[in-house]
């Protein structure tokens, strides 16, 4: 496994990841956190690696912990206008400007960075490698789940609570019933189709 070493003078580390960019709905959710300096908090690994009660136990660790974390989003409508790599990047920004404390340093999983003025750089896999972006991973991934859920309530019949918004058999079938919600993202085939 690679090994990241942190860069001289930093304080505050804060790490970026995102959930729901292959989604048909609900927002892209990005969370940054900046752990407290020698935390004890073990299994942080990628969210998706974690079964749900793991990274729910992880999650209200991470809370107990008392470090610093903000989440930004993006909405399904912001996703068909800008499309999902921007509207992801700016739910970074948003999620890093949102922090108690301006970090010194960012790290975000992945290949690109938003624009922004931060000390920063992309890591592919960072989730698995730097314990920063883990916990962000595990919180966006806890609080889009919750989101998913509460929808279902609000947009019954396309089994959310399950499927997390992802095209599944059952959700595809249900959109064909039902048409696609607020919350569903209509530039993302196969709702592409559906409403020509």
């Known amino acids: 496994m690679s090994i990241w070493i942190c860069p001289h003078n930093v304080c505050h580390l804060a790490g970026v990841d995102e959930v729901g960019r292959g989604a048909l709905a609900g927002d892209v959710i990005a969370a940054a956190v900046i752990l407290p300096i020698n935390h004890q908090i073990d299994g942080l690994i990628d969210s998706k690696r974690l079964s749900e009660n793991r990274r729910i136990a992880l999650y209200k660790d991470l809370i107990e912990a008392g470090g610093d974390f903000a989440i930004g989003h993006s909405s399904a409508r912001e996703i068909d206008s800008k499309n999902i790599l921007n509207a992801t990047l700016i739910a970074m920004k948003r999620a890093v400007d949102a922090l108690p404390i301006t970090p010194d340093y960012v790290v975000v999983d992945g290949d690109q960075l938003p624009s922004w003025n931060y000390r920063s750089e992309a890591i592919i896999g960072g989730d698995n490698l730097i314990p920063q ?31 997390k918004g992802y095209g599944t058999k059952t959700h595809i079938e249900a959109l064909s019933i039902l048409g696609p919600t607020p919350i569903h993202r209509l530039s993302f085939a196969p709702l592409r189709h559906k409403i020509k």
């Open 133 to 163: 972006i883990s916990a962000a991973s595990v919180i966006a991934k806890v609080i889009r789940d919750h989101f998913m859920a509460l929808y279902e309530s609000l947009y019954p019949g396309y089994d959310f609570v399950s499927n």
